[in-house]
T-cell receptor, first 112, second 112 residues
């Protein structure tokens, strides 16, 4: 069974731009969670989608948004990028609840 | 919000046993997770505890005491490949939303 895939793997943007990241979960998994990882703040939870609905949300500003499609693929969007948004963005999928999550390789975003 | 504490770094010898502690403070505990993360890679799920006690899975075991806000990850028969960062994460029920918060991770160095 193929693992979680994320595209693109690397991305360079400038301040003020917006970016969309994509995550394809493991086949049959309906839950997709997004995380931000930085050296300064560590790993932080952004939000979780389940059956096309945002089920849980972390403490991030509204510039960070996401959605999930009927095939469980998910996208995350960050608008009006700031330098501090430079990070590794990870998505994780699980069959139903969050207990066992499988992480993708991440998208490394650099904001200049 | 919550506070999660785990040691920054630990060293151990190949073949030995090491215990990584994690303490937390939360008002809406809803589960504790341990992840392993090798440098430059995504986290890998190790264990999930929601009830008090010990969960054993091969060379790895995880213990939880909810009353003490304490957990540990026990690694037996250490191998060089166990050198990695170990992340403790506590899931909190915040007004019906399940929010996982991660510790900063414990960097484990296994030497021959």
């Amino acid at each position: 069974k193929a693992g979680v895939t994320q595209t693109p793997r690397y991305l360079i943007k400038t301040r003020g731009q917006q970016v969309t990241l994509s995550c394809s979960p493991i086949s049959g998994h309906r839950s997709v969670s997004w995380y931000q990882q930085t050296p300064g703040q560590g790993l932080q939870f952004l939000f979780e989608y389940f059956s096309e609905t945002q089920r849980n949300k972390g403490n991030f500003p509204g510039r960070f948004s996401g959605r999930q499609f009927s095939n469980s693929r998910s996208e995350m969007n960050v608008s009006t990028l700031e330098l501090g948004d430079s990070a590794l963005y990870l998505c994780a999928s699980s069959p139903d609840r969050q207990e066992t999550q499988y992480f993708g390789p991440g998208t490394r975003l650099l904001v200049l | 919000g919550q506070n999660i504490d785990q040691p920054t770094e630990m060293t151990a010898t190949e073949g030995a046993i090491v215990q990584i502690n994690c303490t937390y403070q939360t008002s809406g505990f809803n589960g504790l997770f341990w992840y392993q993360q090798h440098a430059g890679e995504a986290p890998t799920f190790l264990s999930y505890n929601v009830l008090d006690g010990l969960e054993e899975k091969g060379r790895f075991s995880s213990f939880l005491s909810r009353s003490k806000g304490y957990s540990y990850l026990l690694l037996k028969e250490l191998q060089m490949k166990d050198s990695a960062s170990y992340l403790c994460a506590v899931r909190e029920d915040v007004r019906g939303s399940y929010i996982p918060t991660f510790g900063r991770g414990t960097s484990l160095i296994v030497h021959p």
